[in-house]
């Protein structure tokens, strides 16, 4: 892909399948966690649509094309494996973000590594466990990863779980799940259970870094007033809101991408 710079390395034992699209070296980089079952090709229209941002990205461990974890792990399994990424491509901060699921673990590194963590965005996300939920009818059909090895069935529910301009748009989704690898049966459990019982709640108080998060005003999968609890209980943080769905850093990646960049850009 081009100027996407996409290799397999190994950090602490684990082979992760990493994504660098290199920009200026003015700022720390951006390190993106991804969301559930979601493979890093998912995110490169949004890593391409950066100007002068240096991106980071990689495939959970038994998701797209990185290795199965020997054991389950929890989002701080996650950020400790992040942080030693980080450190070995040579990097000693980050900005982060973290996009659906993605934003429990963006929220659990930026508490666990206040030093490392510079800025913070939150997209269409929540606080863990303890969020408002979508109806059980999303929630049903996101349980499994059925979606990422039948483009049939994504075709059928996307509208439904994404909302938004996937409402609208049926060649949005094929061209979303073109893009699709996904995670094993098993590295999907694996995801499921890292978050089982998290919530940032308690600690949401003292994490002090600026933070953008964007919410989509028509998600059914992670409702609205997710976005306004995370804004009302993290110190330094503002929320904005997105006419779109769940997945709009896929329909609008290049907003997407400008917003992000004039939050990372501020003194």
Known sequence: MPGIDIRTISVGGQNLRIAIRHGSAERPPLLLFNGIGANLELAVPFMSALTDTTAIIFDVPGVGGSAMPALPYRPSTLARLAVRLLAQLGYERADVAGVSWGGGVAQQFAYQYPKVCRRIVLLATAPGTTMVPGSPFVLWKMATPRRYVDKNFLRRVAPEIYGGAFRQTPELIDKHARAMR????????????????????????????????????????????????????????????????????????????????????ET
């Open 182 to 265: 996904g995670a094993s049966g098993q590295g999907y459990l694996y995801q499921l259970l890292a978050m089982a019982g998290w919530t940032s709640l308690p600690w949401l108080w003292s994490v002090r870094q600026p933070t953008l998060i964007l919410a989509g005003r028509d998600d059914p999968l992670v409702r609205p007033i997710n976005g306004r609890i995370l804004a009302w209980l993290l110190p330094n943080a503002r929320l904005q809101m997105i006419d779109d769905g769940h997945m709009f850093i896929v329909s609008q990646p290049a907003e997407t991408a400008r917003t992000i960049e004039e939050f990372l850009a």
